[in-house]
């Protein structure tokens, strides 16, 4: 054998010897080796179920504490719904209307509110074309155009008429439920089947219209002195064909003193003077 042979010989046989643990060396390394990596899995798993659990544990309280307060807390939208109802609900019934009415004794600048709270259960019907009108601003400038003492002022006419025309249909009656006593407000009508948009207010008892179904659909419940106080100079002057033709530039012109409601909106209970 050359020596190169023997030197390749050598060589293997030392690399050999380094694979297969001679005199057991080898095989105490591997083993102490795989002790190693079992151990430190080992010390690994257990930190990592320890870490595991304890985050578990926390979340779940966290979760668990955030509940118990959230039962005792209203959502803050929550809130504000049961706010916006109850705010709803004291004013948006719309039985409350305050009158501003203006050119009180016929003297201009002279002022008073009158509160009508409505009665649904009187006149349904009726309720609701009041309520109607009113969202619309249809009183605004609206002129008392027929007012007798001890009986009633009349209005209820448009200063304008394409504004009038808008509310000309006629609505169906109510069977009378109260009877027109003073301070109660009540639509005019011309016979069966004929309200529109003119009331009255009841100055005096006027029992002996209910027999001619004239049936009030509200009650003054404050400022029924103002009503007292609405002019009355002109009684039954003013021409209702004209107003509906010409509406405010008529009555401004030829009835100057005329009492007239300067606004009308709906109020809240706490409101009522």
Request: neutral net charge; contains cysteine.
């Amino acid at each position: 054998m050359s020596s190169s042979s023997q030197q390749d010989s050598i060589e293997t046989s030392n690399i050999m010897s380094g694979v297969k643990g001679n005199d057991g060396k080898a095989s105490s390394l591997k083993m102490s080796t795989q002790f190693l990596i079992i151990f430190t899995f080992a010390v690994v798993a257990v930190a990592a179920i320890k870490t595991f659990g304890t985050a578990s544990w926390h979340a779940s309280a966290t979760m668990d504490d955030h509940l118990i307060h959230t039962k005792d807390q209203k959502s803050p939208i929550v809130a504000d719904i049961a706010v916006a109802k109850e705010a709803d609900k004291d004013i948006q019934d719309k039985n409350l209307i305050k009158f501003v009415f203006s050119s009180l004794d016929g003297e201009e600048g002279h002022e008073g509110s009158v509160v009508v709270k409505l009665h649904p259960e009187w006149a349904p019907i009726g309720v609701t074309r009041i309520k109607e009108l009113t969202a619309d601003s249809f009183w605004d400038g609206c002129r008392a155009f027929r007012v007798l003492s001890n009986f009633m002022v009349q209005l209820g006419i448009n200063g304008d008429p394409k504004v009038q025309k808008k509310w000309r249909n006629n609505i169906a009656d109510d069977p009378v439920k109260t009877s027109n006593t003073r301070g109660t407000v009540t639509f005019a009508m011309a016979g069966k089947g004929t309200r529109t948009t003119q009331i009255f207010f009841n100055t005096v008892n006027n029992a002996r219209l209910d027999k001619e179904n004239f049936s009030p659909f509200g009650e003054v419940i404050s400022g029924m002195e103002i009503i007292d106080r609405i002019y009355a100079g002109y009684k039954e002057k003013p021409d209702q064909g004209f107003i509906q033709q010409k509406g405010n530039e008529y009555l401004e012109k030829n009835f100057p003193k005329m009492s007239f409601i300067k606004s009308a909106s709906f109020i809240s209970s706490t409101e009522v003077l």
